[in-house]
């Protein structure tokens, strides 16, 4: 059974809104979790590493004011999108590992339309 | 984490044993060849990892060449449901994100 669970699975709103989508570990504690971007025809592509009661880490070109990530507990990790443009419209997919040499498990993403 | 080489599709006849090689000829001694699979418009599935040895579970087989250079899955008995993009990532042991490539879009043929 799925040990990652992701929420929403499917969003769309209109320009300028903020969204949030939440990653949580189902049957594990994980001190860190990650979310990775998506684009049509694309492979995935890490965004950030989200770390327990520390501020996250974001890879080059990632922008830590428009995407904000807060991870306060060892099971809940949380994106949000600020004032999202159609741009932003893609799938965004989180992980986590259960420990060191451990493969990562993925939720199943969410799908995100900005209108 | 070194980089890999995998062909971009293949296809396979169902029921057929489905084997995709992967490339990672810059793999150090401390790094995991992982597979993952992802289905259409899902998250990535885990398949099957491993060091130096080979390894099976209830999902595929891998297999490492002895000097670590290559590895194959082997998806025993294919079916439709199989139909996926395939990646071959190699990482160490610490926790950072995984770094993905193109991968190989297997098809499976009715």
């Known amino acids: 059974g799925a040990v990652v669970s992701q929420h929403p699975s499917w969003v769309i709103c209109k320009s300028g809104t903020s969204v949030k989508i939440e990653c949580r570990s189902l049957d594990f504690q994980a001190t860190t979790m990650f979310w990775y971007r998506q684009f049509p025809k694309q492979s995935l592509m890490l965004m950030a590493t989200?770390?327990?009661?520390?501020?996250?880490?974001?890879e080059q070109g990632v922008e830590k004011d428009k995407f904000l990530i807060n991870h306060a507990s060892l099971t809940l990790s949380t994106l949000t999108v600020t004032s999202a443009h159609p741009e932003d419209s893609s799938f965004y997919i989180c992980s986590a590992n259960r420990g060191r040499n451990q493969p990562q498990h993925f939720g199943d993403g969410t799908r995100l339309s900005i209108l | 984490d070194a980089k890999t080489t995998q062909p971009p599709s293949m296809d396979c006849a169902e029921g057929r044993a489905a084997n995709l090689p992967c490339n990672h000829s810059t793999i150090s001694g401390n790094e995991y060849v992982y597979w993952y699979r992802q289905i259409h418009s899902q998250g990535p599935q885990y398949i099957i990892h491993g060091l130096k040895n080979n390894e099976t579970n209830e999902m595929a087989s891998l297999i490492i060449t002895e000097d670590r250079k290559s590895s194959t899955l082997i998806l025993p008995h294919a079916t439709l449901r199989d139909t996926a993009v395939y990646y071959c990532i190699v990482r160490g042991g610490g926790a950072d994100g995984l770094t993905f490539g193109k991968g190989t879009h297997l098809i499976i043929q009715p």
């Open positions: 989200s770390n327990e009661g520390s501020k996250a880490t974001y």
